[in-house]
């Protein structure tokens, strides 16, 4: 591994300074990182520095703890999978909580839209003390994957709620300003290509086992990271393209054309979970536990009614790789979802379908198969993305399939007649609805640009399976697949049914520490000319920066 000497004594002095200075600030208890590992749980090798790695990681998306404990269990449960999860159309529940008015009928629970702000804090706790020990040691790699990490984890918060603070937390100020949206995706950009560009140039060919030990997603092999951060470049890129085309455009062909290269196979997948080479930590899917009842599970994360009407329409497969069977009397043998934003009857909705994960079904981060279906919107709309629609399309399809160890039917690629079906609920056979997404399966280039995006999106919503965030943000930029909207909807005045929820507002939690930063993060959402015409935007209605397409509900 290419590295500066590190001075041991300057570290040592460091690294005790950061234990003991107390932090003045209370951004959501910015210093208390709930999922770092303990001191008896790490080796030596590279512990000042490579400590800091799995906080980073599960504060990101929370699948570690101790055996037995449930911390991240509830925390992903509030932060993700009764949200993103929920609003993507990959879920449904089989919970009542708060009797049914909740985030899911859009009746927000102050406590589960403050949660990604506690994620947040504790991601950028640990990267303060990672950039200031690496700013000692001279270890810019590392430093390049702490990079990676944060703009992973901020781009899921901001996407959730538009501004938030970003810039000035590090300063460790009481109540730290609340970044524009577009300026968070500038820097992201910026800290990208930079941290790209140094693992390419410098992480040599050789896995960093040091770093290795406490690196969850690619254990310490840099060049993977510099592909990650790459694709990445282009998942950002495609997202912004209704905001800021021309700006899309430059990175996303940038990136498809850097030497670093992008990931292109599974294997290459950014996915969290324990691998071979890391210390002693803990990872356990919390999903597991959300849907099973094994180990005093919760019984409540079902498939979803959209998965259900689109996959069974297609006869794909994959279905079957994601859920279990219902224990439905007379529906055992197939796959039986839930949808969003019911009145729910824990006993009568416990019998549909199970998620079909383990403990050590790895989380997805990105997928192979994700960045093959951004190429091939950028394809579409006529970018340099090295190679035609179609076949960009396809091998996303195909590398999708083998991403989830099915095989692929033969004439799956040429079917141009199966659809998704209807949903019956078969619990109140009350909550019946007639599918909304019509895409086929085939490709035609003769089609226009809507129905082949349209297409392309159905197939991209598919393969990101168990990556709720990017789903729902994919879904809202482009209005693809047409899920299911919610049938109970406690929030008419702000959310549309039809348009469906744009993003979390801010929770009261946030108000009362930061209340004038929580103003001004209204005022970058909603514009000054809207603020002026006397509108109220927090609220779960309001679209964020990106969310510009004209053709969205």
């Known amino acids: 591994m290419i590295q500066t000497e590190r001075k041991a004594a300057a570290l040592l002095c460091l690294f005790i300074t950061l234990l003991s200075v107390s932090c003045t600030k209370d951004f959501e208890k910015i210093n208390t990182n709930r999922y770092e590992s303990t001191l008896e749980q790490q080796l030596p090798d590279d512990f000042v520095t490579g400590r800091n790695f799995p906080g980073m990681i599960n504060a990101v998306l929370p699948a570690g703890d101790v055996p037995g404990a449930t911390n991240f269990v509830n925390s992903y449960q509030v932060a993700f999978n009764l949200a993103a999860d929920c609003y993507s159309g990959f879920m449904g529940q089989a919970g009542d909580w708060s009797g049914n008015n909740n985030n899911l009928t859009y009746g927000f629970i102050g406590s589960w839209i403050n949660e990604q702000f506690l994620l947040t804090g504790n991601l950028m706790s640990a990267w303060t003390k990672l950039r200031d020990i690496t700013k000692v040691s001279g270890d810019s790699l590392n430093f390049s994957v702490a990079q990676i990490i944060k703009v992973t984890g901020i781009i899921r918060a901001t996407d959730s709620y538009g501004p938030i603070p970003y810039s000035a937390i590090p300063t460790g100020t009481a109540t730290p300003a609340f970044d524009s949206q ?80 992008m990931i292109s196979t599974p294997d290459e997948s950014a996915l969290q979970s324990i691998k071979t080479g890391n210390g002693a930590f803990y990872f356990t899917n919390p999903l597991r536990t959300l849907t099973g009842a094994e180990g005093g599970g919760y019984k409540e994360a079902r498939a979803g009614a959209s998965m259900q009407s689109i996959l069974s329409g297609y006869k794909d497969p994959r279905l079957n790789a994601y859920f279990k069977n219902s224990t439905i009397t007379g529906r ?61 399309y396809e091998t996303g399809i195909r590398t999708s399939f083998s991403e989830t160890g099915t095989a692929m039917p033969a004439g799956y690629l040429t079917d141009a007649v199966s659809k998704p079906v209807n949903y019956t609920d078969y619990a109140k056979n009350q909550y019946n609805i007639t599918a909304r997404e019509t895409s086929t399966i085939q490709w035609n280039d003769a089609d226009n640009f809507e129905t082949k995006l349209n297409k392309l999106m159905v197939q991209k919503w598919i393969a990101l399976y168990l990556n709720g965030p990017e789903a729902w943000a994919e879904f809202r930029r482009t209005g693809y697949p047409k ?63 990106w969310d510009k397409n004209p053709l969205t509900p």
């Open 332 to 392: 055992t043998t197939e796959v039986v979802g839930v949808r969003t934003g019911i009145a729910v009857d824990r006993a009568l909705y416990q019998p549909f379908s199970e998620l079909n994960v383990t403990n050590t079904t790895p989380m997805p981060w990105m997928r192979a198969s994700e960045v093959y279906f951004l190429k091939a919107e950028g394809a579409l709309r006529g970018w340099n993305m090295g190679g035609a629609v179609k076949d960009l």
């Open 483 to 545: 899920i299911f909207p919610v049938a109970v909807n406690n929030n008419s005045g702000t959310v549309n049914t039809a348009a469906q929820i744009r993003r979390l507002p801010y929770p009261i939690a946030q108000y009362n520490q930061n209340a004038d930063q929580v103003m001004k993060g209204t005022t970058l959402l909603i514009g000054e000319a809207f603020k002026a015409a006397g509108a109220k935007g927090d609220n779960g209605g309001t679209r964020v920066w």
């Open 182 to 261: 577009e300026s968070i995706y500038n820097a992201a950009f910026a800290d990208l290509v930079n941290a790209r560009n140094l693992l390419h140039n410098l992480g040599g060919t050789n896995i960093s086992k040091s770093f290795g030990i406490y690196d969850l997603i690619y254990a310490g092999d840099y060049k993977k990271w510099a592909k990650y951060a790459n694709s990445l470049i282009l998942r950002l890129a495609i997202r912004i393209v209704y905001a800021d085309p021309g700006k899309a455009k430059q990175y996303a062909e940038e990136a498809v054309n850097h030497p670093a290269g």
